[in-house]
């Protein structure tokens, strides 16, 4: 019985971890679009460090705590360079993640984009194990806590046109090459994965203020579509700033992000809350952005 219980827990949890992808987890990414596209890495003057952190499902037992620390900058004129680090642990499963992001800029009169590509490593596996004594002898549970590695690949576009008009574009995933082979092999359906956004940004000169509103629309690995509308609204050269994002689709959720600015330092802190039964059991989900700008 034990051993059934203990299946279901794995089937569950690395269902899970294959959905437990920074590009899905983390709700911030219209405000450092590097998270999601490799093609914004160094899209803006100077270099660039975040800490991301999230807590899905807060107040929940073993609800899912994510950290992220990304870095991107221009090394030349046209070449712009990134790196990636999530760990993302839920209950006792526990995903690691490194990406390196490469990106060269494409510039014109009129329009100014990024075109990157990332390598990316991946590791699933199963932590420490509680509620009672444990066979580590059992096949099962010693080839899951072995788990599973990953080589992944992707590439995106991300930029403006006439400076008012936002375009990203994401085509994650298209390598997918298991490392390692463990005793219960599957065979994985591939499948098209892809992230399309759109925003425009609208200035009110006289009130020193910018409105970005903006739709992206998620395709991912066993993730059904998923819409999110967001609207950000800075204020003061972007010492200010505040927002609201609005899920649709098999995710659906509502979401409120603040920030600040100060001098180097970036703060934002978002909260969102789903619609589905779910949320009854538990606080909703916290993320928190601290990024600090140097070389400019």
């Known amino acids: 019985m034990k051993k059934i219980f203990l299946s279901l827990i ?10 437990s992808q920074s590009r899905y987890i983390f709700t911030q990414y219209f405000i450092n679009p590097v998270l999601i596209n490799p ?28 950290f992220g620390l990304s870095y991107d900058g221009m090394v030349t004129d046209k070449v712009g360079l990134g790196a990636f680090i999530m760990n993302d642990t839920y209950g006792a499963l526990q995903t690691i993640k490194g990406v390196l992001s490469y990106s060269y800029k494409i510039k014109g009169e009129n329009y100014d984009f990024g ?3 990332t390598t990316e490593y991946i590791a699933y596996k199963v932590g420490s194990l509680s509620g009672g004594p444990v066979d580590r002898n059992d096949p099962l549970i010693a080839d899951k806590q072995d788990g599973a590695k990953y080589f992944d690949a992707a590439i995106g576009l991300h930029g403006t046109v006439q400076k008012k008009f936002i375009l990203s574009v994401v085509l994650p995933g298209l390598v997918r090459s298991k490392l390692n082979k463990g005793k219960d092999e599957t065979i994985e359906e591939k499948s098209f994965n892809y992230i399309l956004g759109v925003g425009y940004i609208y200035n009110i000169d006289e009130y020193d203020m910018k409105v970005l509103p903006s739709l992206y629309v998620k395709k991912l690995r066993n ?7 967001n609207l ?13 994002t609005y899920g649709l689709g098999d995710d659906k959720r509502l979401g409120f992000v603040i ?6 330092i970036n703060f934002y802190y978002s909260y969102d809350f789903s619609f589905k039964q779910f949320q009854t059991y538990n ?14």
Not at 259 to 264: D, E, M
Request: proline letters at 2%.
């Open 10 to 19: 794995f089937i569950i949890g690395f269902t899970y971890l294959g959905l």
């Open 39 to 66: 093609g914004a890495a160094g899209c803006k003057s100077g270099q660039k460090l975040f800490l991301n952190y999230r807590n899905t499902w807060s107040n929940h037992p073993g609800s899912p705590r994510t």
């Open 115 to 117: 075109l990157g590509f």
């Open 223 to 229: 993730i059904n579509t998923l819409i999110d509308a």
């Open 232 to 244: 950000l609204l800075t204020f003061y050269d972007g010492k200010l700033s505040g927002g609201v």
């Open 259 to 264: 920030g600040a600015k100060l001098n180097k």
């Open 283 to 296: 606080n909703g989900s916290h993320e928190m952005t601290f990024g600090y700008n140097f070389g400019e």
